[in-house]
């Protein structure tokens, strides 16, 4: 899904097990920070306090430094709405037809909030999807699923919709066998373009309105990544980060920079921009896999290698864990947003969560 990175450029050797959490640390790698001491006490620091009452479920961060936007579960509200980090102050911009089983898949590109509203926790296939605009407030319906004739709605993939420049765009299953449009909508103009009819995975928005998804030419073959423009529908030349990937679903970008774990989820990967080639940046250890909450923004990458959530500094090629407690993070171009894993297990726990803003994060240890 969400500091500063580092890995310690110390040679584990091939045969060796690392302890479950533990990153393996091979030469060119980033490098582990020594200490993550500093961190925890700012992060403590920064307890959200209504985060310490209400169950609620992070879904992205505002661009304004102090607030977020959250699926929120309490007897008074239940739905989406933005939070002020320290007030607790609370916005609702859409309440959840039914809290037990709703929830939420959002992003956010500044000035357009857009989500799948998901109707069940069984899977992905029964959604809504939702367009807020921060600056008037007015709500927008862009699409729904659809059933099928046997009264089932079709299959659309696990990953939900995305924003950038004004560009909304989401996969909605429209039939038999995995078959799905990919939607391109123009939040100003409200055009609605159906980009690509096909068996297209999760589809996401590069800079300057291109437009990628993950699709494979039959069934059983890996998935390649395909690129079109969001205005036009165009197909475009494959941007060369891209351009090797097979069967990698966790991608994430902040429109320039990307990070992924690979296809096995062992190793985190990185490219600088899309006209670069991605390199393994950390592998995960025996045992251990890199998870699917990678987040990207400027030069910071937040990712998890369970039970343990770390941030890492692209600049510095360093990165410090952030929580021995399960959890996930968000980061974005003001905030660091730390989510802590739950005590017990419950439909909607009260989470521990951590925003603080990118200029008050510690400076970052030399490595191991």
Not at 238 to 256: C, F, H, I, S
Request: charged share 15%.
């Amino acid at each position: 899904m969400v500091g500063a990175l580092a890995l310690a450029a110390v040679l584990a050797p091939a045969s060796a097990a690392a302890p479950a959490g533990r990153v393996v640390q091979r030469e060119g790698h980033w490098c582990r920070s020594r200490s993550s001491l500093a961190w925890q006490a700012v992060l403590s620091r920064h307890v959200v306090p209504l985060s310490r009452t209400t169950p609620l479920v992070p879904i992205a961060l505002a661009r304004d430094g102090r607030s977020f936007f959250a699926s929120v579960y309490s007897p008074s509200f239940s739905g989406v709405a933005q939070i002020d980090a320290t007030t607790g102050g609370l916005t609702k911009i859409k309440a959840f037809p039914n809290p037990k089983f709703n929830q939420a898949w959002a992003a956010l590109d500044g000035r357009w909030f857009v989500w799948n509203e998901y109707h069940n926790f069984d899977g992905f296939n029964d959604f809504t999807t939702w367009a807020w605009n921060t600056r008037t407030h007015k709500l927008r319906q862009l699409g729904a699923a659809t059933r099928g004739p046997n009264g089932q709605f079709w299959d659309s993939p696990w990953r939900g919709p995305d924003v950038r420049d004004g560009t909304a765009t989401w996969v909605q299953g429209v039939g038999p066998d995995q078959l799905g449009d990919v939607h391109s909508y123009d939040l100003r103009t409200r055009r609605d373009l159906v980009v690509r009819q096909g068996h297209p995975g999760g589809v996401f928005l590069l800079g300057h309105h291109v437009l990628v998804w993950a699709e494979a030419s039959a069934p059983g073959v890996p998935t390649k990544m395909h690129a079109a423009s969001a205005l036009t529908g165009a197909p475009l030349p494959l941007p060369l980060a891209l351009r090797t990937l097979r069967n990698v679903t966790g991608l994430q970008t902040d429109g320039e920079r990307i990070a992924y774990p690979d296809a096995r989820y062992k190793s985190l990967w990185w490219s600088p921009s899309p006209s670069a080639a991605p390199h393994e940046v950390l592998s995960a250890g025996r045992g251990d896999h890199v998870d699917n909450s990678v987040q990207v923004s400027g030069r910071y990458v937040a990712f998890g290698v369970f039970p343990n959530v770390f941030v890492a500094d692209t600049k510095l090629r360093r990165y410090v864990r952030i929580s021995s407690q399960q959890g996930s993070a968000m980061v974005n171009s003001t905030a660091l947003f730390v989510t802590y894993g739950p005590t017990k297990k419950v439909l909607h726990p009260i989470l521990r969560m951590a925003f603080v803003s990118l200029r008050a994060l510690p400076s970052m240890s030399a490595c191991r």
